[in-house]
């Protein structure tokens, strides 16, 4: 609750700046009080999906995402195949 009062001090900031300042705040959230935080604050999310079958992983991603380095198994029936999640800016 702390985080949504903080979110309206901040409302004039860019979202990158804003998520900046409150990460030390989400970082004492539970993973579903972040998500309704960043929903409150217009940010969308997307599923990352399995380059293999296209299957939609339950892995949440931000326009402002960055990664390299992270391999996830596929979750899809018939593939069950690991590979590297990559998002760049």
Known sequence: MLCVVAMKAF???TI???ITKLGKCFDEQSAKERIEA???M???FSKVKCPHCGYEMPILRT???ECK???VKCKGKNCKKTFEIKITK
């Open 11 to 13: 409302e004039n900031d």
């Open 63 to 65: 326009e402002f995402s």
């Open 69 to 71: 380095g992270l391999f």
């Open 42 to 44: 217009g940010i969308h």
């Open 38 to 40: 960043s929903k409150n």
């Open 16 to 18: 990158e700046n804003t």
